[in-house]
Nanobody, 123 residues
Framework: QVQLVESGGGLVQAGESLRLSCAASGDTFSDYTMGWFRQGPGKEREFVATISRGGTNTYYADSVKGRFTISRDNAKNTVHLQMNSLKPEDTAVYYC????????????????WGQGTQVTVSS
């Protein structure tokens, strides 16, 4: 069983930055692909970014490409999401997720989820 705990959310103004972190425990972290998803008010959960087990390959949603960066530290069992140039439309609960297979953008393919952290961007 894998446990995921997100942190780093908050309230910022448009154009500012936030760095989200997700701490994993319960299994060998480097065996898992990690992903970030978000769910805005009244919206379905959507893909944000994913990173391969070794950290070599990353993939982003078009809406965040060039502004967000996903990274991982397998020695510390953590994955991060650096979010720059934030926009009001980035307001959502952000979730990290893991799966013991290759990267995918599909939320239903991830086995473990954190509880989420709120990001609010004011205009």
């Amino acid at each position: 069983q894998v446990q995921l705990v997100e942190s780093g959310g908050g309230l910022v103004q448009a154009g500012e930055s936030l760095r989200l972190s997700c701490a994993a425990s319960g299994d060998t972290f480097s065996d898992y692909t990690m992903g970030w998803f978000r769910q805005g008010p009244g919206k379905e959960r959507e893909f944000v970014a994913t990173i391969s087990r070794g950290g070599t390959n990353t993939y982003y949603a078009d809406s965040v490409k060039g502004r967000f960066t996903i990274s991982r530290d397998n020695a510390k069992n953590t994955v991060h999401l650096q979010m720059n140039s934030l926009k009001p439309e980035d307001t959502a609960v952000y979730y990290c997720a893991s799966r013991k297979s290759s990267s995918t953008r599909r939320a239903d393919q991830y086995n473990y989820w954190g509880q989420g952290t709120q990001v609010t961007v004011s205009s």
